[in-house]
């Protein structure tokens, strides 16, 4: 028996609470990462100009640059310039997921 290493947004995207539209989907899990970051950074809960706060800080940042580009696949897909399920929305979806 071999172990599978599962990322979390499959086992999400498995549930069927979350079937439906993945770019809202997609939009508010990275969005529900960026609050708890968003508290450690921007709070004292670090002391300033530690390495941690750097680190910490660095996440929060690519999570928001990302939640950009989500908002833009959302906005493409959602005034229809892109169809909603095919081949050039899913397109859109994985070269979010993998740049």
């Known amino acids: 028996m071999s172990l599978h ?3 979390i947004s499959e086992i999400l995207f498995e549930i069927p ?5 993945w770019e809202l989907r997609t939009f508010l899990i990275v969005y529900l990462l960026t609050l708890p970051l968003q508290i ?3 709070t004292s809960l670090l002391p300033q100009g530690s390495m941690s706060l750097v680190v910490f800080t660095a996440i929060h940042a690519g999570l928001v640059v990302s939640l950009f580009w989500i908002l833009i696949a959302n906005a493409i897909v959602a ?3 892109i169809e ?3 081949m050039a929305s ?3 979806r ?3 997921w993998f740049s």
């Open 5 to 7: 290493r599962v990322a």
């Open 17 to 21: 609470y979350f079937a439906g539209r």
């Open 40 to 42: 450690i950074t921007n």
């Open 79 to 81: 005034t229809q310039l």
């Open 84 to 86: 909603d399920g095919t």
């Open 90 to 92: 899913i397109a859109v």
């Open 94 to 96: 994985h070269a979010l």
